[in-house]
């Protein structure tokens, strides 16, 4: 790989007889990774996932290359995450029933690896800046079955007007110069320059003084780049320590060909061995930069500020409120709806502890249940990839050739006669979409931007 030379002389001098082995790693094969998702049966992954060899630090994850045009894929069974980045997730290590927000969130690799942790309790509110990439981060964290989460599309300024001291724990993933995604995507060594880290680091102090204003005392903070720039990585961690004292480092584990974060790259700060650096050529990934801090509670006390006030259902009109009965009714059971959110039809079931939300650019409120439309409910693809098997009355088993013609965006064909109605089709045992059966033909309900 062509590396810019002021790359090369930069990391000749930080790294010095490191330095070889470290640009070697450029011209080496990325090992590709993928992560299982708990909180659907992996027992019904493909075992030739299952089988491939373990990433060390994360339960979940594997090495090797996901097709994404797999069964497993398309319902949310697998998700496709390079080694190193799976390290974040587990260094979060978000507890159950906690508020949490990630920050940066598209296109979902950490998220959909948040919500496996809290297995879909407490509130993830999931943000992206951008709206193409906030609709792929809500595609995935759709197809993911995640129930505990509100996909928004805001600054962290617009975030940090709305959820002050809220969040138990916060994940920046910054955004930052990518120099551990040039090996995946040579095309990236072109926007980089030599005062392309400097832009990048004030870039990540702003987007930090908003995550601040949106923690108490007690909660988490998780900082983690894909770049091995001293400039946002341990001189971003220095500056923030220095500025908001309340916080301390807390050392993060170092398996096996894991690095301390380098003091000599962040003004001599010792903490900072207490980060980690994940190097291509010391280990099996990409590489990445973690830090993890904590809002020490001044009287030891933790804050938990409450919801002043919280998002409450919205009321159907009589006709909506028949037709979504009657969906329950003929389709579901045990299915527990937490708070209506209604966004012109379209019906979203939203995870407890949202405030209320009018100030917003909301991408998916919650669980996506389906659409008003004249005279009849249709339901979403969310609601077929986010509940249990066991959750739905009517299923249909369709082959590999059907679901493949399903995906495609054409009619099935069915050989039985069971009554017209809504049905979970299901491939492999894995739930694949809503169907609605009619004389013998499946029609076709997968989203027209999904097909392939
Ligand atoms: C490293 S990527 C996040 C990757 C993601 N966490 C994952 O695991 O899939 C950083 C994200 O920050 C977003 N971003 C860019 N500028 C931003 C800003 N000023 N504030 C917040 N996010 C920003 C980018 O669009 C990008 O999606």
């Known amino acids: 790989m062509n590396l810019p030379q002021d790359f090369i002389n930069k990391y000749q001098e930080l790294l010095g007889p490191e330095a070889t082995a470290f640009f070697d790693s450029f011209n080496q094969s ?76 598209a296109p979902g690799g950490k998220s959909t690896h948040l919500v496996a942790k809290m297995q879909n309790s407490g509130l993830l509110v999931s943000n992206e800046i951008f709206k193409a990439r906030a609709k792929i981060l809500a595609e995935n964290l759709e197809r993911w079955g995640s129930q505990n989460t509100v996909i928004t599309n805001e600054s962290p300024e617009k975030l940090e007007a709305q959820f002050p001291a809220f969040f138990d724990r916060i994940l920046v993933d910054a955004p930052c110069s990518g120099e551990g995604m040039f090996r995946k995507d040579p095309a990236a060594t072109q926007y980089w320059h030599k005062d392309y880290s400097n832009e990048c680091a004030n870039r990540q102090q702003h987007i930090l003084d908003s995550a601040v204003k949106m923690m108490h005392a007690g909660s988490t903070l998780i900082y983690s780049t894909c770049t091995f720039a001293p400039e946002e990585d341990e001189q971003i961690i220095d500056w923030f320590i220095r500025k908001y004292p309340q916080f301390t480092l807390v050392p993060i584990k170092k398996y096996s060909g894991m690095d301390d974060g380098r003091p000599e790259w962040g003004n001599d700060n010792p903490e900072l061995t207490k980060t980690v650096r994940l190097f291509p050529h010391h280990m099996k990934g990409e590489g990445h930069f973690i830090a993890k801090l904590v809002w020490q509670a001044a009287s030891g006390s933790k804050i938990v500020p409450t919801v002043k006030h919280p998002f409450r259902s919205v009321k ?123 004389n013998k033909t499946v029609k076709n309900f997968y989203p027209k931007g999904l097909r392939f």
Request: charged share 20%; glycine share 8%; proline share 5%.
């Open 316 to 438: 159907l009109s009589k006709e909506q409120q028949t037709e979504l009965t009657e969906f329950l009714h003929s389709c579901l059971v045990n299915y527990q709806i937490r708070n209506l959110a209604l966004f012109g039809d379209q019906l979203f079931d939203m995870p407890n502890g949202m405030p209320i939300i009018d100030k917003m650019s909301i991408v998916r409120p919650g669980v996506h249940l389906g659409t008003f439309k004249k005279r009849r409910f249709e339901p979403a693809l969310g609601l077929a990839l986010a509940i249990d098997d066991d959750q739905v009355l009517n299923k249909l088993t369709i082959t590999e050739e059907q679901w493949r013609q399903y995906v495609h965006g054409d009619t099935i064909t069915v050989n039985n006669d069971y009554p017209k109605g809504w049905y979970l089709l299901t491939c492999q045992n894995h739930a694949v979409c809503f169907g609605k059966l009619v």
């Open 30 to 105: 990325s090992p590709g990774g993928y992560r299982i998702n708990s909180n659907k049966a992996s027992s019904l992954v493909d075992q030739s996932y299952v089988t491939n060899e373990q990433v060390p630090y994360c339960r979940d994850g594997h090495y090797g290359h996901l097709n994404g045009k797999s069964i497993d894929h398309t319902t949310g069974y697998l998700y496709s995450q390079e080694p190193s980045a799976m390290y974040v997730g587990e260094v979060a290590d978000p507890q159950q029933g906690e508020k949490v927000l990630d920050l940066c969130a």
